[in-house]
């Protein structure tokens, strides 16, 4: 097999790029064929499952460790949610051409969705960046394309609707990179996701979901959180209430320490937004599970208050350095892991939360932003049959507008090329991968039912 570990080529470190950056990219096919992007073979001494969960499990909160577990045993696409490190393992010795990007990290099918923009408006893009780091754009692009075999499996769709969902995805994130390969520098730049993505993407049959997706999105908001998740006390303000396991108030000097972190987030903020701050008031900090990969990270929910009683809530989360790391050809140094997270962030979206930033509490990092920003997602796990491929389109679009900020859209375009040779090897990879993946899961659950590993089912 070649070796993988060589240089990136950053879409930022040469500017302006000397040459053509598309024929530069068009050489690259010289040295690693598209054909090459199909093969997967696991490496000798690749971790088990049992041992990757268990690897990835260290240092979370022990009693969380089994919920975390329960989750990524509920089906193999929730086994793959769950274990961006071992797929990095895996991809580190697949095929890569050189070209970095900022990477999302853990671009499956279900990190997509809507969120609001500082009007209220809403916007589609990636939206979770957790693992978030420079490297070989394929990585992301393959994880996507795993992800919805694995979505489209879990669905009940057939396998040749599988396996086309991840032929399309491909086929969208190569157009859509030769579209901002042609437009103007500034216009490429500052596309934003909206309406017209769905007809580039040929996503007309998804419009009816993200109709519904997005009603929902507009009322998942901070106020509607709090009014479920707080009640009144006597002085006039709120507190939250427990919910267990989900939400827990937290003993006062957990909360104090959070409360005071935020002295140091507000610092990681442009001076414009420090007027609306100081505009609220910290009324009370609890504990708050998240996700699937992200259980057992200490996450905190913040409740600020305005003179009317009008909530803001703040996510505080742990920022744990990329499960990718590791495995990179190149790594630089991190100060801190929540501004890995927040830069990587910015890197990749065109409009971002107004309010991200970062914070230390207690020695561990953490990322700040909004809580339920009128977020709302598709399940792709539940979607029809016959609009798996219009998803799988819309979100290989949303994937290679997010590189195309980091990496130039000629120098990739340039490898990719018109043509379906690489649309058909990462769908080869694809299938294969998530063949893997289900024995990963396989073998996560005997584990569980053997009792080798606890795990807490059906929450």
Partial sequence: ??????????????????????????????????????????????????????????????????????????????????????????????AASGIGAQLCGDAHAANFGLYGDARGGLVMDINDFDETAHGPWEWDLKRLAASLVLAGREAGADEDICR?????????????????????????????????????????????????VSEKARKNTSAKFAARATEPVPDGGRRFVDAPPVLRRVPDKEAAAVALSLADYLRTLGEDRLPLLARYAVHDVAFRVVGTGSVGLRSYVVLLLDHLGEPLVLQVKEARASALAPYLPEVPDVEHQGRRVVLGQKRMQVVSDTLLGWTTVEGRPYQVRQFRNRKGSVDPASLQAGLIDDYARMTGALLARAHAHSADPRLITGYCGKGEELDEAVAAFAVTYADRTEADHAELVEAVRSGRIPAELGI
Avoid at 7 to 33: I, M, N
Avoid at 38 to 60: L, T, Y
Avoid at 190 to 196: G, L, S
């Fill in 1 to 94: 097999m070649m070796e993988q570990r060589i240089p990136l080529v950053s879409g930022f470190a040469r500017w302006p790029h000397p040459g053509s950056p598309k024929a530069d990219g068009r050489a690259l096919r010289e040295r690693v064929p598209r054909e090459a992007h199909g093969i997967f073979e696991a490496a000798a001494g690749r971790p088990g499952a049992v041992e990757s969960v268990r690897a990835s499990n260290e240092d979370r909160i022990p009693g969380l460790i089994a919920l975390r577990v329960g989750r990524m045993a509920a089906s193999p696409f929730s086994f793959l949610r769950g274990s961006a490190g071992l797929m990095a393992a895996d991809l580190a010795g697949t």
């Fill in 164 to 212: 086309s969902a991840a032929f399309d995805a491909v086929g969208a994130y190569r157009r859509t990179m030769r579209l901002l390969a042609k437009l103007p520098v500034a216009e490429a730049w500052n596309a934003i996701a909206d309406e017209r993505l769905v007809a580039h993407a040929h996503a007309g049959d998804l419009r009816d979901t993200l109709g519904r």
